[in-house]
C-alpha cells in the first residue's frame, strides 16, 4: 500500500489539486482514493519530504499553519512527469525497464539476512 499511497500524493499534488496543509485537503483526499488510513497518507507525505519530494511552502502565513501548502521539489516534478527515479517503487522502476527494452532479462530476488 505504501508505493500506491505515495504515488497518489505525487499525482494529487502533480495535477495542481488543493495543496493546503490541513488534513482536509491532501490527506483527506488520498486518503478516499486509495481507501488507507489517512495516518498512512501523513506518513506518505513525511517521507517524501524526508527524500526530497515535497516540502511545505509557509510563503507568508507567518505562525499560521491553515494555507501552507505542499509543493513539489523539482526531482518530485520529475517524477510527476514521469521520470525514472522514485527509489521506494521497485515495481514501478522493474516495470520502465521491463517496457524500455525486449532483450533485458529483468531477474528480481529477494535477499535473506
Known amino acids: 500500500m505504501t508505493e500506491e499511497v505515495r504515488r497518489a500524493v505525487l499525482a494529487y499534488l502533480g495535477r495542481g489539486a488543493d ?49 501552507w501548502r505542499w509543493c513539489l521539489s523539482a526531482d518530485g516534478r520529475h517524477v510527476v512527469k514521469g521520470g525514472t527515479w522514485e527509489p521506494r517503487d521497485p515495481e514501478g522502476y522493474l516495470a520502465r525497464v521491463r517496457r524500455g527494452s525486449k532483450h533485458i532479462f529483468v531477474e528480481h530476488r529477494t535477499s535473506r539476512l
Open 19 to 67: 495543496p493546503r496543509f490541513s488534513r482536509h485537503y491532501v490527506v483527506v483526499n488520498v486518503h478516499q482514493q486509495t481507501g488507507c488510513s489517512e495516518t498512512e497518507v501523513w506518513e506518505a507525505l513525511w517521507g517524501l519530504v524526508a527524500e526530497g519530494f515535497l516540502y511545505l511552502d509557509t510563503a507568508g502565513q507567518q505562525s499560521s499553519t491553515d494555507n
